[in-house]
């Protein structure tokens, strides 16, 4: 039986973010479905694994986790050898390891708050049966776009978010944009010829397509 | 002149998160202000710094860095032979510094968030002449409450937040706690015992003493 275990729901972007390291690194897996309806993730024996409630949780063997990005640097560096490098070239430089850390730090307080109210509000709120609040579409849409201002000035110098390679700073971007790309915001992406460009080569990955299945 | 320059304000939470790094690890520093009243992180100079217009920025030698806790990990690893040490015990066990990486992440995404808001609601406010919404501090202390609850049943099996040493993991928590513990909101660290004992040592630690003057 597989030795890492993802606890999470399919459609969950912070899942997604684990399941995506997992395919690029050729690792075997089996994906424990939570029942996020029925609120099992609120409940025992769930909260054994996450205290806070939320999904994923993950196992390898007897090592428990979860926070996904904590996850997903684990698997990185544990995995190292394996699959697609997602730390930097010379992932033991330490200047050039702060460099890709800035970056999973820029996507988890300035992308990701304002990418998952946009998600929130137009996708999945619909699964929900809830109206979409445009109001606060144009307001995080507006912060969005100075956001990816930024990464466009970033993109210019650097193919990727880190530098020349992909790393998890870009893959932490993946499945929220993703769904962001299926609503009116994905303008904010095509308008910004790197960031465009960036896009298109992250979610045409292998390991992004198998997620969407 | 020092190599090492921190570009922030002495009253932000974030900018004191990487002071408090260099005291521990006795490294000597230039301090910078960034005039923030002035609107001076919103401004070119300091734009180059952090194109996101937040302290603390951040330089050692040639390298340049912005967001907080990038900066702490980097010096954490850069310094890992000097001054305390702020990884795990057995720092190369990728195990050990993933449940590092849980406390890190639980900081910034449970943590950070509530405190941040109780603190611009207790001290800032005021001190700009607004007056506090006990609506919103109600609220916000619903939610502290049940974080504190994780942390008083972790820190009943280990002293510290990642084990059985301080690590950063309990570092980023103290400049947000130590302006909590002003206010009324103190009271949610004193009623947990576990958890008022670890705020107590980690207050009480030179450093923690250091940012405070």
Do not use: C
């Amino acid at each position: 039986m597989a030795g890492i275990k993802v606890f999470g729901h399919a459609a969950s972007t912070a899942t997604r973010r684990v399941l995506l390291t997992l395919h690029e690194k050729n690792l075997d897996f089996e994906l424990v479905h939570v029942e996020l309806k029925d609120g099992e993730h609120k409940k025992e024996p769930f909260l054994s694994r996450n205290p806070f409630g939320k999904v994923p949780a993950f196992e390898d063997g007897d090592l428990k986790l979860f926070e996904s990005r904590a996850i997903t640097q684990y698997i990185a560096h544990r995995y190292e050898e394996q699959g697609t490098n997602l730390l930097p070239a010379d992932s033991k430089n330490i200047s050039h390891y702060a460099i890709m850390a800035i970056g999973m730090e820029v996507e988890a307080h300035h992308f990701d708050p304002v990418a998952s109210k946009l998600a929130w509000e137009q996708v999945f709120k619909l699964f929900y049966g809830m109206t979409t609040d445009q109001a606060v579409v144009e307001e995080e849409e507006a912060k969005l776009a100075a956001v990816l201002d930024v990464y466009e000035a970033r993109l210019k110098e650097f193919k990727y978010l880190a530098g020349e390679t992909f790393t998890l700073t870009d893959l932490h971007h993946i499945p929220v944009i993703q769904y962001l790309l299926g609503t009116p915001t994905k303008k904010l992406f095509d308008e910004r010829p790197r960031v465009s460009e960036w896009v298109e080569e992250i979610t045409n990955r292998p390991a992004s397509q198998k997620i969407l299945q | 002149m020092a190599a090492i320059k921190v570009f922030g304000h002495p009253a932000s939470a974030p900018t004191m998160r990487v002071v408090l790094t260099l005291h521990e690890k006795n490294l000597d520093f230039e301090f910078v202000h960034v005039d923030l009243m002035g609107g001076e992180h919103k401004k070119e100079a300091f734009l180059a710094r952090n194109p996101f217009g937040q302290v603390p920025a951040f330089e050692d030698g040639d390298l340049k860095l912005f967001e907080s806790r990038a900066i702490t990990q980097y010096i954490a690893h850069r310094y890992e032979g000097q001054g305390t040490n702020l990884l795990p015990a057995d720092s190369k066990n990728i195990a050990h510094y993933a449940i590092m990486a849980i406390g890190m992440q639980v900081e910034a995404h449970q943590f950070e968030p509530v405190a941040a808001k109780l603190v611009s609601e207790h001290v800032f406010k005021p001190k700009k002449g607004s007056t506090t919404d006990q609506a919103v501090v109600a609220e916000e202390e619903a939610k502290l409450a049940k974080v504190l609850d994780v942390y008083e049943a972790r820190l009943k099996e280990f002293k510290y937040l990642a084990g059985d040493t301080f690590t950063l993991t309990d570092l980023h928590h103290i400049p947000a706690i130590q302006y909590l513990l002003g206010t009324p909101s103190k009271r949610l660290f004193t009623e947990r015992p576990r958890v008022n004992e670890w705020v107590a040592e980690i207050t009480k630690r030179p450093a923690s003493q250091k940012i405070l003057q």
